[in-house]
């Protein structure tokens, strides 16, 4: 550990790095999949518990992947952990920053209609609603809308970027 960081502010930016990730119901080796395995999850662990100091480009970075402002990682000034200044919850895009999923965004029906997960039921119903509103021919494919995407991400209670990871997880993004 760096004598010009101390242990209590590298352990409050690694409890904030964890609140980010957990808002959006990422696990360790999910950020590093999504990623490009830029972050390891080994490393990103370390950064979590505050055993290793995060450089600002890593940082930087970081909060661009969980697509908050740099200043949403950062404790506040007499805040020794995370969480303990109450207010606003850290995480999700900026305000007026609107979510662009990367395109296209396609489901693979066929494996949609295999899932039998809680999440895959909640989407199989969705996609059902939205293929009997829509004249697109059927396929096995099917594209989904940035604002199919927020509503599914509602229903489960994730942002958009961590529902359009989740179907990746779930091997149902073609």
Do not use: H
């Amino acid at each position: 550990m760096s004598e010009e960081v101390p242990v209590s502010y590298a352990r409050a930016v690694g409890d904030r790095l964890r609140a980010l990730r957990r808002q959006r119901g990422l696990s360790l080796l999910a950020v590093e999949e999504a990623s490009g395995r830029e972050f390891k999850a080994s490393v990103l662990g370390a950064y979590e518990r505050g055993e290793r100091v995060i450089s600002v480009l890593r940082l930087q970075r970081l909060a661009q992947f969980y697509r908050v402002p740099v200043d949403q990682v950062l404790p506040r000034p007499g805040v020794a952990a995370a969480g303990a200044e109450g207010g606003g919850t850290p995480g999700g895009p900026s305000p007026g920053e609107p979510f662009e999923a990367r395109r296209p965004l396609l489901l693979d029906l066929p494996r949609l209609q295999a899932t039998e997960s809680i999440e895959g039921q909640v989407i199989r119903r969705y996609v059902n609603a939205i293929q009997g509103q829509r004249s697109a021919p059927q396929g096995p494919l099917m594209a989904i809308r940035a604002e199919d995407l927020r509503v599914i991400g509602r229903f489960l209670e994730r942002d958009e970027t961590a529902m359009e990871i989740r179907l990746v997880e779930l091997g149902l993004r073609a």
